[in-house]
């Protein structure tokens, strides 16, 4: 079997090419800090940055001007602060338009859960009420199948490219 361990410059450089939608998922001391800086020193362009709560590692990436879009499920910087530079390319279009694509936690979850079964949707009662599926067409709402009333549904997510922080790993893949 192939050795799977690389640099994070060698990552970046043969798996993040300019136009890919990007994962960088983690929370607290488990941000991917390392690739979105690579990411940023490599001056890659036009990602579709993925992250169900963007911190300040994306705030860092869209101010370096990486990113087209955001796709995400809850927007700040817990204990830290606004997140100004998303803030900034939303409002102001600077340092260039930024695309944002708003879910529930859950329906990032769900997302991702369809994604990795080959699903074509997740189902979700939670958007019941909720007045994110007006901010968010991607959000559908379908009859119920077995009866009863109607459900929300969200599109699968299969990131081209997905940074998962561990603390080893092993020439395998695998990883603690």
């Known amino acids: 079997m192939n050795n799977k361990l690389c640099t994070m410059q060698e990552a970046v450089n043969q798996f993040v090419a300019d136009g890919v939608s990007v994962a960088?998922?983690?929370?607290?001391?488990?941000?991917?800090?390392?690739?979105a800086h690579?990411?940023?020193?490599?001056r890659r362009r036009e990602l579709t940055l993925i992250r169900m709560t963007p911190d300040l590692v994306y705030d860092q990436m869209i101010a370096a001007g990486t990113a087209r879009k955001l796709i995400f499920s809850y927007l700040g910087n817990p204990g830290v602060g606004s997140l100004h530079?998303?803030?900034?390319?939303?409002e102001k279009g600077a340092p260039r338009p930024l695309e944002i694509e708003e879910y529930s936690h859950?329906?990032?979850?769900?997302?991702?859960?369809a994604g990795a079964s080959n699903l074509p949707f997740f189902p979700l009662r939670s958007y019941a009420g909720s007045?994110?599926?007006?901010?968010?067409?991607?959000?559908k709402f379908i009859d119920n199948p077995y009866g009863g009333d109607q459900i929300a549904v969200v599109p699968p997510l299969r990131?081209?490219?997905?940074?998962?922080?561990?603390?080893r790993?092993?020439?395998?893949?695998?990883?603690q």
């Open 24 to 35: 960088i998922e983690g929370f607290t001391a488990f941000i991917g800090f390392a690739a």
């Open 38 to 42: 690579e990411i940023i020193r490599q």
């Open 85 to 90: 530079c998303i803030r900034r390319a939303v």
């Open 106 to 113: 859950f329906g990032m979850v769900g997302r991702y859960i």
């Open 131 to 139: 007045d994110i599926p007006q901010a968010n067409p991607r959000i």
């Open 159 to 167: 990131p081209d490219v997905a940074f998962i922080h561990a603390q």
């Open 169 to 175: 790993a092993d020439a395998q893949g695998n990883t």
